[in-house]
Nanobody
């Protein structure tokens, strides 16, 4: 069992930056692929970025070059550095842990991009 808690969301102006964190508790963090997803009002949840246990990363096209996912296995934490934010990035951001048939979600953290 893995519990995930996101933090770092908030209000930021267009062009600004935020760093999201997702702290995991439980066993086997380093075995999990960790991902960030987001869901805007009226839209489906979508993948933002993922990092595997081998540190291979993958990004949605619309965040490539602006967002960076990383993980610290000693701290059981995954991060999402978000730069050059636009109003289209506003959403609830969710952390995901996946390993085989195991999959867990955090409750989400709100990101608002507005002047």
């Amino acid at each position: 069992q893995v519990q995930l808690v996101e933090s770092g969301g908030g209000l930021v102006q267009p062009g600004g930056s935020l760093r999201l964190s997702c702290a995991a508790s439980g066993n086997g963090f380093r075995l999990y692929a960790m991902g960030w997803y987001r869901q805007a009002p009226g839209k489906q949840r979508e993948l933002v970025a993922v990092i595997t246990r081998d540190l291979i990363t993958n990004y949605a096209d619309h965040v490539k070059g602006r967002f960076t996912i990383s993980r610290d296995n000693d701290k059981n934490t995954v991060y999402l550095q978000m730069n050059s934010l636009t109003p289209e990035d506003a959403a609830v951001y969710f952390c995901n842990a996946a390993w085989g048939r195991r999959e867990y979600w955090g409750p989400g953290t709100q990101v608002t991009v507005s002047s």
